[in-house]
């Protein structure tokens, strides 16, 4: 029986007309399978630290949206993050044309799994730094201060 459907099945897929034809029926159920596979849910970023007797600090960071360490810039910022250690991001900003910058410490994590948003303050200034994980050489720069929002701008590793 094993040898008649595998004659068969020779016959029926080994002509490239007839393999491009499974080809194409492969990825048809593959891309309907996809379909019905229930979409990765967005979770809200969680981050906080629990404590760790032992370890380096005695304290652990806990976190669904890890930050992604690099510098980025375009003509007007620079911008450098990075982690410093449990619970503690580095920003460091500087405005290109005038060279004035910018160094901050904070753990403050908002957003979605899938765009998550680190945001650092400096009095009533908040700086917030977006990036998405299916495109890690870029941020999102945006400036607020006093609820007004002064910078947006997309910057690129």
Do not use: H
């Not at 593959?30 to 629990?50: D, G, K, N």
């Not at 992604?68 to 044309?97: H, K, L, M």
């Amino acid at each position: 029986m094993f040898r008649d459907t595998r004659e068969a099945f020779d016959r029926e897929f080994t002509s490239p007309c007839n393999a491009m034809k499974l080809k194409l029926m492969l990825a048809t159920m593959a891309t309907a399978m996809a379909m019905a596979l229930p979409a990765r849910a967005q979770q809200a970023c969680r981050a906080y630290t629990v404590d760790r007797p032992g370890t380096a600090y005695g304290y652990e960071e806990i976190n669904n949206c890890p930050m992604i360490n690099g510098t980025f810039a375009n003509e007007d910022w620079r911008v450098a993050i990075s982690g410093w250690e449990p619970a503690a991001y580095r920003y460091q900003g500087t405005d290109r044309s005038s060279g004035n910058s910018i160094e901050l410490f904070d753990f403050y994590v908002t957003g979605t799994t899938e765009r998550p948003q680190y945001r650092f303050r400096n009095g009533d200034t908040t700086y917030v730094v977006t990036f998405r994980y299916s495109d890690p050489d870029t941020i999102r720069l945006e400036v607020y201060q006093g609820g007004n929002q002064l910078i947006n701008e997309l910057l690129y590793r």
